[in-house]
């Protein structure tokens, strides 16, 4: 599409360049993901459990106080993927940790 293409917005109901609707549809697109304290968190960052927590299928409890290193966002809004030693494919909620500074 060039700039000279317009599209029709449903949320505003007006003709908008087809530039601005690419530019707005991959805004909607990325997944603001918040810990428990409301911090944005994002990939690398540490997090620091705020619960203790029973590990399913693993037989472990991580206690609160945990520090997670490295954290992965997952494109879901309330789940972070990470590693923990001697567990495989860990997947916390976001709503248990706290983003360490």
Partial sequence: ????????DEDSGDWIPASEASAKAAR?????????VGN?????DQVTLIKDLEVKGA???LKRGTLIKSIRLTGDQQEIDCRY???????LRAEFVRKRQ
Avoid: C, H, N, P
């Fill in 59 to 61: 037989g472990q409890t």
């Fill in 28 to 36: 909607a697109a990325e997944v603001e993901v918040r810990d428990a």
């Fill in 85 to 91: 030693d001697g567990i495989k494919g860990l997947v």
């Fill in 40 to 44: 944005l968190l994002a990939d690398g």
């Fill in 1 to 8: 599409m060039s700039d000279d293409d317009y599209i029709f």
